[in-house]
């Protein structure tokens, strides 16, 4: 189940997924643009609102630096580390840095459980019956509505890939039909716009001209 916050939610096995949350970036980055500093508190609830209305088992993160987690208020870092205490909290990344131990729960480079694959970053090629669910691209996708272009963070899938937008409303996007994630989809893509309360499914063809794929 898709959450227009972002976030998935996997209800047979209650486990719910975030990607690229980046909680200290968050605030670095609102206090480089002079933007209110509580921007990573507001993430933090976000996510603390979500443990609380889906009651996960399991909440697996796909992306996030253990170092980004140390540099959080001592606050900040008790707030999350007191979900994990709720629902295991499971961190996916591609690189584990010598301070992962400070992650509250498992750390691992991918997670594998029941037909699902999670990893930070898509792998180019999957397995037969692999079902891959990733992050990383923070993906995003345009289209027109009312006269006006409206471009909005966005789910991208197929049958066999999830790709997940940022949870961290920060984080730069990358648009749909970039190299990077259009060749993860040979056989077409589907986009889920995020909205306020609910999600705008449409091809990729709906989304107007097709830029050129080298």
Not at 38 to 60: H, M
Not at 69 to 95: G, P, S, T, Y
Not at 164 to 190: H, K, Q, Y
């Amino acid at each position: 189940m898709l959450d227009p916050t972002g976030a998935a939610f996997w209800s047979k096995k209650r486990v719910l997924i975030v990607a690229d949350p980046h909680f200290e970036k968050q605030q670095g980055l609102a206090l480089r643009a002079g933007l209110a500093a509580q921007d990573t508190k507001a993430l933090i609830e976000r996510l603390n609102r979500l443990v609380r209305l889906y009651r996960p088992s399991r909440v697996i993160v796909l992306g996030q630096s253990p170092q980004e987690f140390m540099r959080l208020a001592k606050d900040d870092r008790a707030r999350i580390e007191a979900m994990a205490r709720e629902a295991q909290f499971i961190w996916v990344a591609d690189n584990h840095e010598p301070a992962a131990h400070a992650l509250p729960g498992q750390c691992a480079t991918l997670h594998r459980e029941g037909p699902f694959t999670f990893r930070h970053q898509a792998c180019a090629q999957l397995a037969p019956r692999e079902i891959e669910i990733s992050g990383n691209f923070s993906p995003k996708a345009s289209i027109d509505a009312r006269g006006r272009r409206v471009s909005r963070p966005c789910f991208v899938a197929d049958a066999q890939r999830l790709i997940l937008p940022a949870f961290g409303s920060l984080t730069g996007n990358m648009d749909v039909r970039e190299p990077s994630i259009f060749r993860l989809f040979p056989r077409g893509l589907r986009v889920f716009l995020l909205g306020q309360e609910q999600l705008f499914s449409f091809a990729l063809e709906q989304l107007g001209r097709m830029a050129e794929v080298a």
